[in-house]
């Protein structure tokens, strides 16, 4: 088990520029979710995957947020024109989504400074 | 969801037990309690989950009262390294087997000390 990785683990990016992070779960979980966590305050949700369909996404993601997962395994999100506000960790998680087996495991986060 | 409310802050002496208490009175009967801790700069880490039984694992016990309104997650010796953030969720389990996502709030921030 290797647990659920993101990369990059950080990313320090000029305002107005497009960045993207990549998110692999855990094998043959077929939910994937992503967070969105500022300093002091608990995670938030952003959107979540069930295989490669996008089943339900936050207020929280605006415009100029999109998050793919093409294939059912990896997925993107991809930030454009980053403003300093999207200064943030971002969490991505996975589970398997089965009866009694629904837990959600967490990854280390992308940590994203935009300056 | 169901909200939870956990204290802000809590303090534990290094070897002893954390008793950290979380509650969810308005909870229904389709919502597990679920416990996640976070340890500074990190992705919250699972703990431990229930409906009505109390449960235990190599992490910590999770006593849930009768009536289900109340938790109280027990770290029955907390080390340094148990010093973290602990965010009490309860989620919606359907019979089909989805299940809802995580709501998180502010967790208590629990400090253990020399």
């Known amino acids: 088990d290797t647990g659920v990785s993101q990369n990059p683990r950080h990313k320090i990016t000029k305002r107005g520029q497009n960045v993207t992070f990549r998110c692999d779960p855990i094998?043959?979980?077929?939910?994937l979710y992503w967070y969105r966590q500022t300093l002091g305050q608990g995670p938030e949700f952003l959107t979540y995957?069930?295989?490669?369909?996008?089943?339900?996404k936050s207020r929280l993601l605006s415009d100029r947020f999109s998050a793919e997962r093409p294939k059912g395994s990896f997925s993107t999100l991809e930030i454009q024109r980053t403003e300093q506000g999207d200064s943030a960790m971002y969490l991505c998680?996975?589970?398997?989504?089965?009866?009694?087996?629904?837990?959600?495991?967490f990854g280390e986060g992308s940590w994203l400074t935009v300056v | 969801d169901a909200k939870t409310t956990q204290p802000p802050s809590m303090d534990c002496a290094e070897g002893r037990a954390a008793n950290l208490p979380c509650n969810h009175s308005t909870i229904s009967g389709n919502e597990y309690v679920y416990w996640y801790r976070q340890i500074h700069s990190q992705g919250p880490q699972y703990i431990i989950h229930?409906?009505?039984n109390n449960e235990t694992n190599e992490m910590a016990s999770l006593i849930i009262t009768e009536d289900r309104k109340s938790s109280t997650l027990i770290l029955p010796h907390a080390t340094l390294r148990d010093t973290a953030v602990y965010y009490c969720i309860v989620r919606v389990e359907y019979r089909a087997g989805t299940a809802s996502k995580l709501t998180f709030g502010t967790g208590t921030r629990l400090q253990v000390t020399l």
């Open positions: 229930g409906l009505k």
């Open positions: 094998s043959e979980h077929n939910r």
């Open positions: 995957f069930q295989n490669e369909a996008q089943l339900e």
């Open positions: 998680a996975s589970s398997l989504g089965r009866v009694f087996r629904n837990t959600i495991y």
